[in-house]
């Protein structure tokens, strides 16, 4: 079983900044594909930016340009760097591992390993 830990949500006005981590095992960095999802109030879960373990990243179109994902292999963690926030950024933010799956991939179902979830609340 893999443990996935987010921290770094928080509330933030519009147009700040907050930093996501989510901690993981040691050998998941770097060998799984891992990912950001968030699920905004009363919507589904949507994916938000992913990493492979070669380092390659993807973004989804509504953020790209303002976030950036990231991995640090010796802190045995992944990050989501989010500039700019709006309102529309509101929501609960997971981190997701998959050890195999076609990359990129957007679809929860992908995606073996969850975390607890991060709350981020953008005011305006």
């Known amino acids: 079983q893999v443990q996935l830990v987010e921290s770094g949500g928080g509330s933030v006005q519009a147009g700040g900044s907050l930093r996501l981590s989510c901690e993981a095992p040691?050998?998941?960095?770097?060998?799984?594909?891992l990912a950001w999802f968030r699920q905004p109030p009363g919507k589904e879960r949507e994916g938000v930016a992913t990493?492979?373990?070669?380092?390659?990243?993807s973004s989804a179109d509504s953020v790209k340009g303002r976030f950036t994902i990231s991995q640090d292999k010796a802190k045995s963690t992944m990050y989501l760097q989010m500039n700019n926030l709006n309102t529309e950024d509101t929501a609960m933010y997971y981190c997701?591992?998959?050890?195999?799956?076609?990359?990129?991939?957007?679809?929860?179902?992908?995606?073996?390993?969850w975390g607890q979830g991060t709350q981020v609340t953008v005011s305006s």
């Open positions: 997701a591992a998959a050890q195999i799956l076609v990359y990129p991939s957007w679809r929860t179902a992908d995606y073996d390993y």
């Open positions: 040691g050998d998941v960095i770097g060998n799984y594909c």
């Open positions: 990493i492979d373990s070669d380092g390659s990243t």
